[in-house]
């Protein structure tokens, strides 16, 4: 069987869908890939929020495989959006990598005044940690950024571990724990989506991780019942069905959070409804401040 894999063509997802093809090798079958750009790699200048949040990295190769240029794509998970066109599945979800983010700086910790980060979440947790740090705007690829702290645009920035460990990357910094800097929901997972065929499914299945699907599944569920995407600092993590989930006001001095522990996907829903009553003021504050409109 021959299996045509979109990507985008940073080296990180490069990385990621190489690893797939591997995978698929080693079960005779044949991986091409496909480079598709998205809106995401071409507007790099600005924040997420304001050229539509994660879903941009994802749009064009939903479309490519839906037109039948591909046959599958490889995704970080925590890009996809809730909402999924009619038409595709997840078909493989990997074995779970770190879910944590890693500070990356130069010098000494303590001298570290200016962090790079384009994340809402990620400015709201750092700000709450220490509010005296000043937060600007970075966008692009892992490499784009390193290279914009080590000119002295900032102290230091902030990048999925996951992605570092993928590209082989050491830098000088420190891990943040996840239970406190909240991963964003299915942060660490690469994820196959596929058209639904389902001779497809069957060989892309193979390459699933039960645990993994079940956390990130859980993880989904909270994420569909707040919204809020990118315009919203929310953090959701699920170990063993273990769940910790927060929503903070984007500058970081409130926060609800919830930290249960869930069985079943309808729990996982029930808690999410419940964070986002808890939440309501927050979430809609976030989406008035940046100019988005918010219906519960």
């Not at 790099?44 to 304001?50: C, I, Q």
């Not at 406190?180 to 596929?194: C, D, L």
Request: net charge positive.
């Amino acid at each position: 069987m021959s299996v045509r894999i979109g990507t985008r063509g940073s080296k990180l997802a490069l990385a990621q869908t190489s690893a797939v093809c591997k995978m698929l090798s080693a079960r005779d079958i044949d991986a091409k890939q496909v480079i598709i750009t998205t809106h995401g790699d071409t507007k790099t200048g600005v924040p997420l929020h304001e050229i539509g949040g994660q879903g941009v990295f994802v749009r064009a190769l939903d479309d490519a495989i839906l037109d039948g240029t591909i046959d599958c794509a490889v995704h970080s998970m925590k890009d996809i959006p809730a909402y999924r066109p009619s038409g595709l599945v997840t078909a493989a979800v990997l074995k779970r990598d770190s879910v944590a983010d890693y500070l990356a700086y130069q010098g000494s910790l303590n001298a570290v005044r200016v962090i790079g980060t384009s994340s809402t979440r990620r400015r709201a947790q750092i700000l709450r940690h220490d509010p005296g740090i000043t937060i600007k705007d970075l966008r692009g690829n892992v490499d784009t950024r390193i290279r914009k702290m080590a000119t002295g645009e900032f102290n230091a920035i902030i990048v999925a571990e996951a992605g570092l460990i993928r590209l082989g990357i050491r830098i000088h910094g420190e891990r943040l724990p996840p239970e406190k800097f909240v991963p964003a929901p299915n942060q660490g997972t690469i994820a196959v989506v596929s058209r639904a065929d389902p001779s497809l499914m069957e060989e892309l299945s193979a390459l699933d991780h039960t645990q993994t699907r079940t956390d990130v599944a859980v993880e989904r569920a909270v994420m569909e019942q707040l919204g809020g995407g990118c315009y919203t600092p929310l953090g959701i993590y699920c170990c063993a069905g273990h769940l910790i989930a927060e929503v903070l006001s984007l500058d970081g001095k409130r926060t609800e959070r919830i930290e249960t522990d869930v069985q079943t996907i309808e729990q996982a829903r029930k808690q999410g409804k419940q964070l986002h009553i808890q939440a309501r003021d927050l979430i809609a504050e976030a989406y008035r401040k940046l100019g988005i409109k918010y219906e519960w």
